[in-house]
């Protein structure tokens, strides 16, 4: 990703280089060409008001995040950062961590001491004391931020299930981020063929 960024593919200077193939067939290329141009404008009108060139710093901030599969990956990027406390995982961003009781293991081990914010994936049969321990063991300072829970409840089961996780979550004095994990089914459901 760092390659493309620094190669230019991101520079909002050049809305043409960001031609599809598509764009040349599509019924919209003329509109999809006037806000090509539309966006060279607005830069231009921008870097004028200001006064500096957008980008000038040839870089842009991104973020990444992975579900923790590989523990021996995870620990071999897993270093200790001059100038700030404790251990982060370079790979990622936000590493996650599947509740299955199988993976409780390895997200307590990849997780122990690390500063990265983190997810944690749960669901019909999550208890409060589940949430508790991994409170415990994560956040036991309950930093805003710091842990995310992801709901996978599933379309039928959802308006059931996710109230009273966060309510656990509340009783346990989490000050958690909930999201849904739409990859599985969080939001509709498709009929079987």
């Known amino acids: ?25 599509s019924p919209l290329a003329e509109e999809y060409h006037r806000m ?12 004028h008001v200001l006064g500096v060139r957008a980008g000038a710093t040839d870089r842009i901030d991104f973020y990444t995040c992975h579900e923790a599969l590989h523990l ?6 897993t270093r200790h950062v001059p100038r700030r406390a404790g251990y982060f995982n ?6 996650g961590s599947d509740s299955a009781p199988t993976r409780r293991r390895r997200a307590r081990r990849i997780h122990a001491g690390h500063r990265n914010p983190i997810g944690i994936k749960v669901g019909p049969g999550t208890t409060r004391e589940s949430i508790g321990r991994w409170l415990e063991a994560l956040d036991p300072a309950r930093q805003p931020g710091r842990l995310t829970l992801i709901h996978r ?15 656990a979550t509340r009783a346990e004095g989490g000050n958690v981020l909930w999201i849904a994990d739409p990859m599985h089914g969080n939001t509709q459901t498709t009929p079987a063929e």
């Open 36 to 47: 090509v141009e539309t966006i060279n404008e607005s830069l231009r009108f921008t870097e």
């Open 72 to 77: 021996g990956s995870e620990e071999a990027q």
């Open 153 to 167: 409840c599933g379309a039928r089961r959802i308006a059931d299930e996710l109230p009273a996780l966060i309510e």
């Open 1 to 25: 990703m760092r390659a493309l960024v620094k190669g230019g593919f991101a520079d909002l200077h050049h809305p043409e280089y960001f031609e599809l193939d598509w764009a040349a067939r």
């Open 90 to 95: 370079l790979a990622t961003h936000f590493p």
